[in-house]
């Protein structure tokens, strides 16, 4: 059975740091990109970063430049989400996703808030 588990979410005060973990299993983890996105209410789910299946090639949206890291740990299984500097905007339910080999797996996401 593929599942994908976020955890790591939670409130925290503007400037503040998060890290998310995506926990995965039932795939062969190492063939898949992974991709973090993130959601508001009343708007379209947002790529937020993407890391390659090695890790050679990672991409951020310009929103997050140089505050997010993504990596992973492909012994592990397991995709991460350091979050730094955060801002009001960045409150949003966070969904890690895989794609790969024709499939398109998904978590059921992980809310964090952004508020003083």
């Known amino acids: 059975q593929v599942q994908l588990v976020e955890s790591g979410g939670g409130l925290v005060r503007p400037g503040g740091s998060l890290r998310l973990s995506c926990a995965a299993s039932g795939f062969t983890f190492s063939r898949y990109l992974m991709r973090w996105y993130r959601q508001t209410p009343g708007k379209e789910r947002e790529l937020v970063a993407h890391?390659?299946?090695?890790?050679?090639?990672?991409n951020y949206a310009d929103s997050v430049k140089g505050r997010f890291t993504i990596s992973r740990d492909n012994v592990k299984s397991t995709m991460y989400l350091q979050m730094n500097s955060l801002k009001h905007e960045g409150t949003a339910v966070y969904y890690c996703n895989g794609f790969g080999q024709a499939n398109d797996y998904w978590g059921q996401g992980t809310q964090v808030t952004v508020s003083s």
């Open positions: 890391i390659s299946r090695l890790g050679r090639t990672i």
